[in-house]
Structure formats: C-alpha cells, structure tokens
C-alpha cells in the first residue's frame, strides 16, 4: 500500500464528513463526530475489502471504495442513533469551500503529474582511435629505438559521446645506445604533433605539453636498451580526419666518452707467495 492510497483514504473520510452535515442535516452529532464516522468508515472499509475481497491498485476503485465506507457508517448513525437537533446553515460557506479544497487535494493527488524518476548516472566508456602505424623507428644521434603499440584514447559519455576525459596517447618506447665508445644518460623527450603543412598541432589551453620524461637511472652504455611507457596528451585537433601527418619524438641526451681499464690486483692464499 503506497503513501497515495493511506492519504486517499483519509481525504475521503474527511471528505464524508464534511459534506454529511450539508446532505443530512437532521440527526447529526456534530461536525467532530461526523469527520470522526467518516475517516473510521473510509479507513476500516477499505481495509476490509483490500484484505478480504479485492486489493485495487487503481485510484478511481480506491476512491470509490473509500467513499462507500465513510457513508456506511454517517447513514447508520442517522438511521439508529440520531438526534433530535437539525443542522443549521451557519458555517455552511466553510463547509463547502473546506469540502471543494479536500476535493482538489484528492484529484491532484490522484491525477497530477507523476514524479520524475531520478537521473541515472552517465555511462563512462574509452573510445579508442587506431594510430597508422602502430609502430614507427626512432632515431636521434646515436640513440635508435621504436615506439610501439601506439594508440589514441579518450573518455566519452555514452550515447551522447559528450567528452569527459580528453584524448591521450598511449605507447611503448624502446630506446637503444648504438655507440660503441660512449655512454648516454637521457634527460627528456618531448612529442610533437605536425599536421599535413609540416605545422606543429597545438594542444587546447590548460593542457600540458607531451613529454616522455626518464628516470635518473636512465644511463645507457655501449649497446645497452631501456623501455619507457608513454601517457602523454593528445590534441582534439589531431582527431580530424587527415589532419595529422607524422608524430615526432625529439630527444635530449648527454654523452660522455666510455673507457674500459683493466685493475691489476696481486694476491696469495694461505700465506702462500
């Protein structure tokens, strides 16, 4: 049983009422009394016909069944135990503009509009762009490499593919010091976007610049490789078909010669020369 229903049933009852001293005025106890029989007959009746007979999901059988309940017992009391008073007029006004407000109350309760179901929450999803290449060969000095499993992602709002998180790119660069007599420490990497003019694609505002940065370990020797993750960002710019020509990685590094010296350490065991 819904709030709706309960709140009908009391409306009616009151309703009943009200309108019993207007209808019937002779044989009546009152006002107190007659709302009183009319919310004890609207209630309990429709009680009894929910439990015993038929539980209506509809408010037009509620209302009916309400209103048949509160008259039940208005008419009995004026059948069996009337008074010999007759109502008077005074206060009538009252009674029917009290009457005509539990009326609206009723229908509005009953056929205005349905609460609005809240809003459910946004379905977030990635949509990814495939980059063509995935892979593509670095080569800067005497470090070479490649950047692999390169693609372009950003977060949307599902079915209205409203943008949530703006778009990234994504990658694995392996780097590879080519020198046979020097060792390199990388320092950064920065990405640049160059469109079909051989013009660099700017980034919106509040938008960092796409750099690759390495750790201070990041000290390579003749011949000796290291593997970066790349999570940098991606302008919305780029998206737009043939719009983006190539993607440059210019790195920045420091050399330094790399000498191999042999240590010559005597020894004896045992107190042996």
Not at 184 to 203: E, F, M, N, S, T
Request: one cysteine or more.
């Amino acid at each position: 049983m819904s709030f709706v229903i309960f709140a009908t049933w009391v409306l009616v009852g009151v309703l009943a009422g009200v309108l019993a001293g207007l209808v019937m005025k002779r044989g009546g106890h009152g006002l107190k009394n007659d709302v009183i029989l009319g919310l004890v007959g609207s209630i309990g009746g429709s009680v009894l016909v929910r439990s015993l007979i038929y539980a209506s999901a509809g408010m037009i059988p509620v209302a009916v069944t309400a209103c048949i309940g509160a008259a039940i017992p208005i008419v009995v009391q004026r059948r069996f135990w009337p008074t010999d008073g007759v109502g008077t007029e005074k206060g009538a006004m009252w009674k029917w503009g009290f009457g005509a407000a539990l009326v609206a109350a009723m229908l509005w309760m009953n056929l205005g509009p349905a609460q609005q179901p809240a809003a459910t929450a946004a379905v977030i999803e990635d949509k990814s762009y495939v980059v063509t290449p995935a892979s593509l060969k670095v080569k800067a000095g005497i470090v070479t490499g490649e950047v692999v499993d390169m693609k372009v992602t950003e977060r949307v709002e599902k079915g209205s593919d409203r943008v949530v998180t703006q778009a990234k790119l994504t990658g694995i660069l392996r780097l590879k010091n080519s020198s046979t007599n020097q060792t390199v420490r990388l320092v950064a990497g920065k990405i640049l976007y160059v469109d079909a003019h051989g013009q660099p694609i700017k980034l919106e505002d509040a938008r960092s610049e796409p750099t690759v940065k390495f750790s201070s370990s990041s000290n390579l020797d003749p011949g000796q490789e290291t593997t970066e993750s790349m999570d940098v960002e991606f302008p919305a710019e780029a998206l737009k078909a043939a719009r983006l020509k190539e993607i440059r990685v210019d790195l920045a590094y420091i050399t330094s010669p790399y000498r191999e010296e042999t240590l010559r350490i005597p020894v004896s065991i045992g107190g042996r020369p």
